[in-house]
């Protein structure tokens, strides 16, 4: 199995793309994670959807977690409200390393070590056009686990 064959189609959001549209996406679609491209399609990073998840915690909730328990139900409810007026790129950690990408000929265990070694639920397939690159595809971490117990079936 090559990459070109194991990538699919999949959702892709710019990085002035709405939080609240893009975390609406996420849960829509139960996406792992969001490929994020730049203005040519590209892939720019990796938006796990742990860390949409981190950006509605509180601040003072992550530095001491038992703070979470003395929360109300009614404010829980309104985390989402963190999203408002934020960007795809607001979200984004500060280091955000790049995107895993892998050549369209890569074979599975070579997506499987990029994958693990950067320890993504995706890995995009792309390849070099011109100057850019262009977008094949994503394999996600679930799609490769079947794609290979079926393999060893």
Request: one cysteine or more.
């Amino acid at each position: 199995m090559r990459a070109r064959d194991l990538a699919v189609e999949y959702e892709t959001v710019s990085v002035d793309t709405d939080a609240t549209a893009a975390a609406r996406l996420m849960a829509e679609r139960r996406l792992p994670a969001l490929l994020v491209v730049d203005e040519r399609g590209a892939p720019k990073a990796i938006l796990p959807a742990s860390q949409m998840i981190k950006i509605l915690v509180p601040a003072y909730v992550l530095e001491d977690p038992t703070l979470a328990a003395v929360v109300d139900e009614g404010h829980a409810d309104r985390l989402c409200q963190a999203l408002k007026g934020r960007t795809v790129r607001d979200c984004l950690s500060k280091t955000v390393p790049a995107p895993p990408v892998a050549e369209p000929d890569a074979t599975a265990l070579e997506v499987a070590a990029l994958m693990a070694q950067v320890r993504s639920p995706l890995v995009a397939v792309a390849e070099p056009v011109g100057t850019g690159t262009r977008l094949l595809g994503v394999i996600t971490a679930s799609h490769l686990l079947e794609r290979l117990l079926v393999a060893a079936s």
